[in-house]
């Protein structure tokens, strides 16, 4: 830290440096642009959809090899199967319970009413009696809506990879927290997983675990475990070192100061991070069911496939619901973990309450274990019927209706952006694009990062989907320009505005619990099965996230420079375009970073509804057993597209603090 | 004098890379910023001896940045002294293993800091009773010593509140409590009351007085603030990066400061207040007039003022029957005006 405290630029440095790096983006792209035009058809290194390079026929035959040493190699045998069965038998252990029963038992061990009454009870316990109204609100909801046992198989397998996930995140977070050294090396490893589209990880984990419930829970720790792990890391790092030290000064152990110092003041933040495990975990468990994990996942995966819109909004609407539930339950739970203690003061008749209750939960428990009408959820889901078809007439309606304002929104959209950056990056030839990513890397990162952008680009030669790549960067681009210029623009209407803040942000948190999948459906009914469709359930999934980086970057402009601002008679618009939005850059720099990796996380998903590109062929690998070849390499070029977008943008985003004298 | 209760010799305390390697070699007599640049070594404790006698207030002053804290830290080795020694009661403090030094932290010593270090999360009782509890006391116990400690630092009745519903002063009234609860034979307090504005500071300051004069222990007291350091220490200790440049009761700092940096802190303290006659006095010229009233050496100017200016004449000042010198007007008024020494 020393050395870099001296090595900080003067500010005279800095200006030239940025100016610089303006110029010489101009540069490089008019010179792409210029050449793109010359050459423009050569090269492209486009592929049949029903083609096959060597490199797809050799991971086929990999994928056949791993089959064939399923039962013979040590490997499987004793680790890969054994975790499989491990997992397995958790997840048809809590199915059995809640979800489908077994072969003994046909209808689960505790039924409907008595899951009501159990979450009311727990939701009770954890935060209030409203949320606990509300979350058995919901549970009923899902019943009516037809979709009971589905509902019940995605909250099973969302608990068996929440249990495992925090079993693994939360000691692991504590040691990160502890130890800087053990942190720093789990950080890269922790900024991969997240920075992976989720879609990308799904098939190579079948190649091991076979599709079901075990391949399902593992993707969904793969997700689930980095915000355990991360929060609860920051959770110990945020306890004031003067408690530690305080502590230790009087004789504490380390273990004792972790007891009954640490943790007891980082519990609240540790709450926090089990809110975004559930979160996180119940957004991978519905995208599992690509990969045949149980549950509403799987509903809307087929009515989206078969574009049913109606059942893929009453299966959408059962994820939300389950998602509003799960997550306002342990928001209020976090909430009440309160960092002031002196309101944490229980009633004198909190403890006849929970009695009276407990008895209740019990008696429901004991009715639903006997009583059919109790077990299964009665009626026939007329109310999901009556959903489906609603949605199916509203969007009938307003295709109907508005045909030509959704005609002309995608075809303004389409002709306007997309067709031009695609055919700009598909038909170009790979090395002039591949150059121009490179100098992308050199500008923005010197050589080092020119080198990671040649690396890039080489791995997805190799993959041999090139011209696939650039249809999904192109889609990937344009749905991060509308982004962005949302993220701007509503980000800093709220950024500046408490009240609008105050209106919106909870939209946007919500947004931010629904799973991704979930976008796609209203979009597939305005606008059918196109690319388009995809890019604008890409942008409402990652607005959220460009939005309140943006408003926090806004915000955080200390108030110093605003007033002072002001006080040089600063009108509202010369503040924003002067003062705040220059002064937010980095800001700036991470919301069009998350947005691009929120943005390519969702477009691959969008191959479900005919988005094309790599996220199809991903799909095309799930179904087609002769194309899984090319499904895993067109993983791994989404990969390196997330890889590349990544690194180029953070360097864009560190930029202010890395440049120095030496290498300016 | 007795044993000292403390004594420390060759003190060092150097951050960075190879650190060992740095003491006693030219590097080491390097400017900050240039070691800094050459090494990437910060040297926050330079050489540092004293001794602290049983029941002495032993201030250590300095600017933010001198290592006055890092000083207090590694004599309690919550910082790992690069090298020196280090003796408590008769006791090698750098010897002690990790469990020794637990023990002696449970018993011996304890510290209050600048910034309370309450936990939160605990009633105030709880706080006090910490070091009793992770020593295994038993519950009924520990809160009966905490009640003791609460009474005795005027906390009656604030035993179930929580640390933030106190106020800053009464906050550091617990974190004097909870160090005292372990009836430890060394207090260190790393600038106790700095985070207070200087009414409540001021109460603390008497509160210290007095419980020094109830308890009778040893102290050792982190501040900046000259005023503070006067008041309260038997002696001073100014650092200056890291180093000692002069220990001595506050009439000497003032009286006789060791160099230009002490000087510069002293020069606006109200000498009066400190300086005895025993430093203004000066040799009776040949024919001065010997028939002024007779004053001891150890008054303070402040206080000889009005007699001195109303005499008239020089004023005698003597210490068992032998003339050490003679005080006039404007001697008392050069003190006090702040001009010359």
Known sequence: MATQLLSRPTPKVLVESKSYVARNVSALMAAFVAFALIFRGQATLHLDRSSLTPLHDWLNNLGDWIDRSRNSNPFFTYVVNEIRAFINGLVSMLRDGISVGSSFRPVPQVGWLGIVAIIGLVVYLISSIRVALLAMTGFVFLGLLGLWTESMDTLALTLAAVVLSLIIGIPLGICAGLFPKFEKMLTPILDFAQVMPTFVYLT???????????????????????????????????????????????????????????????????????????????????????????????????????????RSFQAGLAIVILAVVLDRSTTAAAAKVSSDPTIDRPSKYRRPTLIGVGVITLLLVYLSRTYVWASTFPGTGALGRMVASSADNITDWIQLHFVTVTNGITDTVSYGLINPMQSLLVESPWFVTGSMLIGLGVIFGGIRLGLVSALCVLALFGTGLWSDAMITLASTLVAAVITVVLGIVVGVWIGRNRRADRWIRPLLDAGQVLPAFVYLVPFLGLFGPTRFTAIMAAVVYAAPASIKLMADGIRGVPATITEAATAAGSSPWQMIVKVQLPTARRALALATNQGLIYVLAMIVVGGLVGAGGLGYLVVAGFSQENLKGKGLAAGLAIVILGILIDRLTQAVANKRDSVSPARA | MSAPMI???????????????????????????????????????????????????????????????????????????TQGELELAGEDILKADAKRLRELRRSSFSMVFQHFGLLPHRKVIDNIAYSLEINGVDKATRH?????????????????????????????????????????????????????????????QAEVIRLHHELGKTLVFIT????????????????????????????????????????????????????????????????????????????????????????????????????????DSNGILSVIAGIGS
């Open chain 1, 204 to 310: 190579p984990v079948t190649l091991f675990f076979l599709i079901g419930p075990a391949s399902a829970t593992i993707v969904t720790l793969i997700y689930a475990i980095p915000p355990a792990l991360r929060i609860t890391a920051v959770a110990i790092k945020e306890v004031p070192w003067s408690s530690v030290e305080a502590a230790t000064s009087m004789g504490s152990t380390r273990m004792q100061a972790l007891r009954k110092v640490q943790l007891p003041q980082a519990k609240r933040t540790i709450v926090v991070g089990i809110n975004q495990t559930i979160t996180a975990a119940l957004a991978m468990v519905t995208i599992a069911a690509l990969i045949d994990a149980p549950g509403l996942g799987k509903v809307v995966v087929r009515a989206l496939t078969s574009l049913d819109v109606g």
């Open chain 2, 7 to 81: 004594s420390v010799r060759h003190l060092w305390k150097v951050f960075g890379p190879n650190a060992e390697k740095i003491i006693g070699t030219p590097t080491a007599d390097l400017s900050r910023s240039q070691l800094r640049a050459q090494t990437g070594n910060t040297i926050a404790v330079r050489d540092v001896s004293f001794d602290v006698a049983p029941g002495e207030v032993f201030v250590v002053m300095g600017l933010s940045g001198s290592g006055k804290s890092t000083l207090v830290r590694c004599m309690t080795r919550l910082i790992e002294p």
């Open chain 2, 144 to 204: 009966k010593r905490a009640n003791e400690v609460i009474e005795l630092v005027g906390l009656h009745g604030y035993g179930n509140a929580y640390p933030e519903q106190l106020s800053g002063g009464m906050q550091q009234r617990v974190g004097l409590a909870r160090a005292l609860a372990v009836d430890p034979k060394v207090l260190f307090l790393d600038e106790p009351f700095s985070a207070l504005d200087p009414l409540i500071r001021r109460d603390m």
């Open chain 2, 224 to 327: 900046h603030d000259l005023a503070e350091a006067v008041k309260l220490g038997d002696r001073i200790a100014i650092m200056k990066d890291g180093a000692i440049v002069q220990i001595g009761t506050p009439e000497e700092l003032v009286a006789a400061p060791a160099d230009e940096y002490v000087e510069n802190f002293v020069r606006d303290f109200p000498k009066s207040h400190v300086l005895t006659l025993r430093w203004i006095a000066r040799l009776a010229k040949d024919d001065e007039d010997l028939s002024g009233p007779v004053l001891p050496p150890t008054i303070s100017v402040r206080d000889a003022s009005r007699q001195v200016l109303e005499a008239g004449r020089p004023v005698r000042v003597m210490e068992d029957g032998k003339l050490l010198g003679v005080v």
